[in-house]
T-cell receptor, first 115, second 113 residues
Framework: ETGVTQSPTHLIKTRGQQVTLRCSSQ?????VSWYQQALGQGPQFIFQ???????GRGNFPPRFSGLQFPNYSSELNVNALELDDSALYLC??????????????FGNGTRLTVT | DQQVKQNSPSLSVQEGRISILNCDYT??????FLWYKKYPAEGPTFLIS?????DKNEDGRFTVFLNKSAKHLSLHIVPSQPGDSAVYFC????????????FGTGTRLKVLA
């Protein structure tokens, strides 16, 4: 069973730039969620994708956007990077859509540093 | 508005003893609770969960207790082992038509050999 994989592991960007983070779901999972974990905080929900559509969104501005592909892999795009976007970005997959909860399985994350 | 709180940032326990990690929540509509463990440079790993219709769930050395009236849950690890040293996050969610977990800020557990 292949777990959730994320790329890249680390990334350094300059304020104002754009970034794309990638995630491959665990096999058998059809739902992908993205979380942001700032230093000393718990993960904060960004959004979830199910059947290639956004299925819910947390308190993040529109410059955070995503995609889910037919193979259930996903991308997180962040435009106009700000210093406060520096964080660990976690991708999680699960089986189920909007009305079914199963434990999220997380990848190891992408550490984004914005300078 | 921090709906899920872990008020102890850190905890040290002797190997072989019991570790008790606590979590409080404010939203009485939460009906599914989880604990995750996180090692440095790794993502959170699911540990154990509990539905609001139960007050206890066990899995090996790990037991989660839920007190709905107090809006409090706890994770007991018995006996504690050095490999349990990690950051533990509690999370809460709704099982009816929702999609996001609300995480606490974590408790760093150190098990001393």
């Amino acid at each position: 069973e292949t777990g959730v994989t994320q790329s890249p592991t680390h990334l350094i960007k300059t304020r104002g730039q754009q970034v794309t983070l990638r995630c491959s779901s665990q096999s058998g999972h059809n739902t992908v969620s993205w979380y942001q974990q700032a230093l000393g905080q718990g993960p904060q929900f960004i959004f979830q994708y199910y059947r290639e559509e956004e299925n819910g969104r947390g308190n993040f501005p529109p410059r955070f956007s995503g995609l889910q592909f037919p193979n259930y892999s996903s991308e997180l795009n962040v435009n106009a990077l700000e210093l406060d976007d520096s964080a660990l970005y976690l991708c999680a997959s699960s089986f189920g859509g909007a009305t079914y909860n199963s434990p999220l399985h997380f990848g190891n994350g992408t550490r984004l540093t914005v300078t | 508005d921090q709906q899920v709180k872990q008020n102890s940032p850190s905890l040290s326990v002797q190997e072989g003893r019991i570790s008790i990690l606590n979590c409080d929540y404010t939203n009485s509509m939460f009906d599914y609770f989880l604990w995750y463990k996180k090692y440095p440079a790794e993502g959170p790993t699911f540990l154990i969960s509990i539905s609001s219709i139960k007050d206890k769930n066990e899995d090996g050395r790990f037991t989660v207790f839920l007190n709905k009236s107090a809006k409090h849950l706890s994770l007991h690890i018995v006996p504690s082992q050095p490999g349990d040293s990690a950051v533990y996050f509690c999370a809460a969610t709704f099982t009816s038509g929702t999609y996001k977990y609300i995480f606490g800020t974590g408790t760093r557990l150190k098990v001393l050999a």
